[in-house]
């Protein structure tokens, strides 16, 4: 055996028989993941941290088990990840938020772990430059989400035979007619002032450089639904009673969902997973097509963080515009663009 054989030989041994002091030889993705999903839920961000969740467990159902070494994570094994996920028919856009959190939890380990002043990597890998996230279609998906002036119609005056019917359908024309606002911030409402409903965005709430403030003028359309919706509760934080019926945002979202389920299939609108996502996306929608907004104006109507945040920071905010804006594409739904002069709304105390 020659002289170099030798010395790697012994050095082999040397390394199997000696244990490592650094405990970060291998770093397991599980146990990493199951502490960054602890400390966001103790940051209350309780919906992401499932989300979150529900990613590692679908990784770990790929492996067949719950023990990997970052290292073997690279752009090879995300590739055979996402073919796993297609042949099991996950869709693009499940695919796309597993792999933004599996991601996100990676980029925040090897910050964790690595001394990149010092030179000490311990995780080596780093599969997301080569490996790019599969994007869904978004105008796809906004097009099948984005329904018809008549359609719109047909839910709005479409009739109920149960009261999760009616339930579905009122909290749908009122998400219309509030900018498509969402489930959950029709939830947690907490604020009327006046005639304005005042509520802050919960998806970037925490966002330091955004904005989440939105007030927005009642229209007369929903004011009868206000009455009906409105809290009885004494001292109660929320503007509507939905709280009263429903623990949690997400049982009200779901109900909302059973609801527009039957209507769907009472008006044979053979509308795939109709849901209050619908609302949003054709009030933006006939924003910007048929009422011909600035695409920056619907942003701010629907209460996306904006583009130019820091502009945002110095700029008093003019809630007239929302209010502009909302009444055009109202009117255009509902009377043809522009309401009779003196008219009552036909929608008014039909729903």
Not at 11 to 30: C, G, I, W, Y
Not at 311 to 332: C, E, P, Q
Request: with cysteine.
């Amino acid at each position: 055996m020659e002289k170099k054989q030798i010395l790697e030989h012994l050095t082999k041994l040397f390394m199997d028989l000696e244990p490592s002091d650094n405990k970060f030889d291998k770093v397991d993705f599980f146990e990493f993941a199951k502490t960054h999903i602890e400390k966001m839920q103790n940051c209350g961000r309780k919906k992401s941290a499932k989300n979150y969740e529900i990613a590692v467990r679908n990784l770990a159902k790929f492996l067949c088990g719950d023990i990997l070494d970052f290292n073997e994570m690279t752009a090879t094994f995300f590739k055979k990840y996402c073919d796993w996920m297609e042949a099991n028919k996950l869709g693009a856009r499940g695919q796309e938020l597993y792999l933004a959190c599996i991601r996100a939890i990676f980029n925040e380990a090897a910050l964790t772990f690595n001394d990149y002043d010092g030179g000490e990597i311990h995780i080596r890998t780093n599969p997301f430059k080569k490996f790019k996230i599969p994007k869904p279609g978004f105008i796809s998906s906004a097009e099948k989400k984005a329904l018809s002036v008549d359609t719109l119609q047909k839910i709005f005056t479409a009739p109920v035979f149960t009261p999760i019917e009616e339930f579905a359908k009122d909290v749908f024309f009122l998400s219309f007619c509030l900018c498509g606002i969402n489930a959950k911030d029709l939830y947690t409402c907490e604020c009327i002032e006046g005639t304005q409903l005042v509520y802050h965005r919960s998806k970037i709430i925490n966002s330091s450089l955004a904005n989440s403030e939105m007030r927005i003028n009642l229209p007369t359309e929903i004011l009868h639904l206000l009455e009906k919706y409105r809290t009885k509760t004494a001292n109660s934080k929320y503007v509507f009673s939905f709280f009263e019926r429903y623990v949690s945002p997400d049982n009200f979202t779901s109900a909302i969902s059973r609801g527009l389920k039957r209507i769907n299939k009472n008006l044979n609108l053979n509308l795939p997973g109709l849901s209050l996502y619908y609302a949003r996306h054709s009030w933006a929608t006939i924003a910007i097509n048929d009422v011909h907004l600035a695409e920056e104006l619907v942003d701010e109507c629907l209460v996306h963080a904006p583009v130019r945040k820091m502009l945002h920071r110095y700029i008093k905010r003019d809630w007239s515009r929302i209010d502009r804006a909302n009444r055009k594409v109202l009117d255009y739904v509902f009377y043809g663009k522009t309401p009779p002069q003196g008219s009552v709304s036909i929608w008014h105390g039909q729903m």
